[in-house]
Each structure stands twice: as structure tokens, then as C-alpha cells.
């Protein structure tokens, strides 16, 4: 975490180098209706450019001046050695090195190394060298010291520090995030009071709040919920391995991860002894209760594909069941489990579902591919 904000920082000073101090925009500025400028020092400003701050700019090609408090146009680009308010539009790139309060639209990039406020919209990149109260939208990427708002991109936003919303393609990184991200790919915060949501992975250091993944979550700690395929929480996790049976398979081993309120469940069975092979891989989710002490209860669903033959083409059978596991505590990692299960089959044909289901089952359609039933586990856990 520490490299990716030493690279952050680096990046803010090379993409800044070539602007004034601010001292240079806090010197007094001549204030003055409009100038027009084909490139600097080509016009109405000359080589004084810099004194002055105009209510319209005009930069055919690209001027340098000392401010704006209006609205500047250019051509190619805009760079203002002060602040800048009102509206700043140019065909490629806006670059100011004072304070700014005002709309950015660029083709290519807004560059701002002073406090930044209102909106900066770009065709590739934003980037605030200080804090800013703003909504960045860009092509590619956003970049900010601190940010209270919203970040949106097509590929990636970084910040220190998010009070607000990042919302992107590819990759959110913020070291301080209270609010929301929103990502693609992935989510990076070292402290999140908010949500982390990600097609495929959040990483974060303390979590308060909800972890949303497509594929897994990792955090050193959380105060509310994770909820992914696989949720890795270092401190206060939950991981448990099971050996259970029921009527369908007598034989499985499961693997649960998360927290006790919310974990996930990967399961194989198999029922061995019977002529034909049956066998089945399951997924599922569930949440502990303390009842006690020593006493726990388990609520869970399930969802199995179950196949009968293991070389031969696999037909359809969907196994659906929720359970309900009373727990008992005999030592440290050791523990015995049973209860109740409720068991809806849909089968692709009506004789594998003759043969999976149990001879107690009942037709739930009247071309006997779906069968409900009520079954048991038993197993233990550690």
C-alpha cells in the first residue's frame, strides 16, 4: 500500500514541475475586461501576460496568463500562472497553477497544482496537485490529493483521500475512503467507512461497511459484511472444514470462509457403493447464530450440480436446499453438527431424478423432473 501512494506522489510532482510557485499568483494581478492571444507573447498581453487576470480570454493557439475570473477559451491550451474562475475550455489540454473555482472542460487533460473546486471534465485525464471539492470525470483517469466528491473514469482514479464517490472501468486506489467504490476490476483503499463494490477483487486494510465483489474480498479487519465467492478477513475471520452426510451424498467435505455472519460454502459428495456414479459439487452461503456458550445454529442455502455419471455426457440436475444446522462445541476447533434440510431437484430427465432423489420424495411437475423432500445432515467440523 505504501509504494502505491510513494508512486502517487511522484506522479504529482512530475506532472506539476513546470508551474509557478504559489506565491507567484498570490502577487497582485491586473485585473482587465479580455485579451486575445494567438501564442504567446503574440498577443494583446505581450510579454506581461502574466500580470494580468482577464473577465475573457481568447488563446487561438495557446496563451500563458496570470489569471481568470470569466471564462477562457483555446485553442489547443490554456495555462494561467494564478487562480481561475468562471469556465476554462480548450481543444486539448487547461493548466493552473493557483486556486481554482470553476468548470474545466479539455479534450485531453485539466492539470491544476492549486485547492480545486466545481467540475473538471477531459477527454483522458484529470489531475489535482492539492485537495479538491469537485466532480472529476475523465476518459482515462482522475488524480487528487484529497477529494470531496466524486471521481469517474473510464480506466482507473487515485486520491489520498475520498469523501465521496469513485466510480471507474478498471481500478479505484484511495489511502482514506469514506463513501463509495466502484469499480470494474478492483477497489484499493487502506481505510474504508463505506462500500467497496468490484467485478472481480476489493482490497482493504479496516472496513466498516459492505465489500462487494465478483470474485473475492481481502481486508485485515471489518465492522459489517463481505460478501464475494471468497471473502478473506485476517482478523475475526471465519474458516471452518466439515465432513457431513446426508441422503444424497454420504459422503462430503465442505470448506467455509468469511465472517460468521456472512460465509460462503464449497462442498463436494459423493455416494459411493452404487452401481452407477453419483457425485456433486455445491455452492452456497449462510450466517451463524450464537445461541450459547457452547450452542450455535447455522441457516444456509445451497445450490449443487449433481451428476450421475463421471466419463459419459452430465445431464442437467440442479440439487437447491436450505438448511438449518444445530451446533455444539466439544473443543476449540471441534465441533458436531445436525439438523433438517428442505430439497428441490430439477432434472433434465425424469429417471435421474428417480434416482438421486430419495425413495420418500414427492413429484413437484407432472413429468417427474422435479422432486421436493425433507432431509437430514450430520457431520463435524473444524
Request: charged share 15%; hydrophobic share 40%.
Amino acid at each position: 500500500m505504501k509504494s502505491i501512494f510513494t508512486c502517487y506522489t511522484a506522479l504529482l510532482v512530475l506532472v506539476t514541475f513546470n508551474l509557478k510557485a504559489q506565491d507567484d499568483w498570490e502577487k497582485e494581478k491586473i485585473n482587465q475586461p479580455f485579451q486575445v492571444t494567438f501564442f504567446t507573447p503574440l498577443g494583446t498581453n505581450g510579454v506581461n501576460s502574466t500580470r494580468f487576470a482577464n473577465i475573457f480570454s481568447l488563446n487561438i493557439i495557446a496563451g500563458v496568463n496570470g489569471g481568470v475570473d470569466g471564462f477562457e477559451l483555446g485553442g489547443i491550451v490554456n495555462i494561467d500562472e494564478g487562480y481561475v474562475k468562471g469556465v476554462q475550455v480548450s481543444g486539448f489540454g487547461n493548466i493552473v497553477s493557483g486556486p481554482v473555482d470553476a468548470v474545466q472542460i479539455a479534450g485531453f487533460g485539466n492539470i491544476n497544482s492549486g485547492y480545486t473546486e466545481g467540475l473538471q471534465g477531459a477527454g483522458f485525464v484529470n489531475i489535482v496537485g492539492d485537495s479538491a471539492k469537485a466532480f472529476q470525470i475523465a476518459g482515462f483517469g482522475n488524480v487528487s490529493a484529497g477529494l470531496e466528491g466524486a471521481q469517474v473514469s473510464g480506466f482507473g482514479n487515485l486520491s489520498e483521500k475520498v469523501v465521496g464517490f469513485q466510480g471507474t472501468g478498471f481500478m479505484n486506489i484511495a489511502k482514506e475512503t469514506n463513501g463509495a467504490q466502484a469499480a470494474g476490476f478492483m477497489n484499493i483503499a487502506e481505510d474504508l467507512d463505506g462500500v467497496q463494490i468490484a467485478g472481480f477483487l476489493n482490497v482493504a486494510n479496516k472496513v466498516k461497511g459492505l465489500q462487494l465483489a465478483g470474485f473475492i474480498n481481502i481486508c485485515d479487519s471489518i465492522d459489517g459484511i463481505p460478501i464475494a465467492p471468497i471473502s478473506i478477513v485476517r482478523k475475526g475471520g471465519y474458516r471452518r472444514f466439515e465432513f457431513w452426510g446426508n441422503e444424497t451424498f454420504f459422503l462430503n467435505t465442505s470448506f467455509k470462509i468469511g465472517i460468521k455472519d456472512f460465509y460462503t460454502v464449497f462442498t463436494l459428495g459423493h455416494k459411493p457403493g452404487f452401481s452407477e456414479f453419483q457425485w456433486g459439487f455445491g455452492f452456497g452461503a449462510g450466517k451463524t447464530i450464537q445461541t450459547g456458550e457452547k450452542n450455535s445454529l447455522d441457516l444456509e442455502a445451497h445450490v449443487y450440480n449433481v451428476y450421475t455419471d463421471l466419463w459419459r455426457s452430465w445431464e442437467y440436475n440442479q440439487l437447491n436446499q436450505l438448511r438449518v444446522s444445530f451446533n455444539y462445541q466439544i473443543a476449540e476447533h471441534f465441533s458436531i453438527f445436525a439438523g433438517p434440510t428442505f430439497n428441490i431437484l430439477i432434472s433434465e430427465y425424469a429417471d435421474s431424478a428417480e434416482k438421486i432423489s430419495p425413495s420418500w420424495s414427492w413429484k413437484i411437475s407432472r413429468r417427474n423432473k422435479v422432486r421436493g423432500w425433507f432431509g437430514f445432515n450430520l457431520g463435524f467440523r473444524f
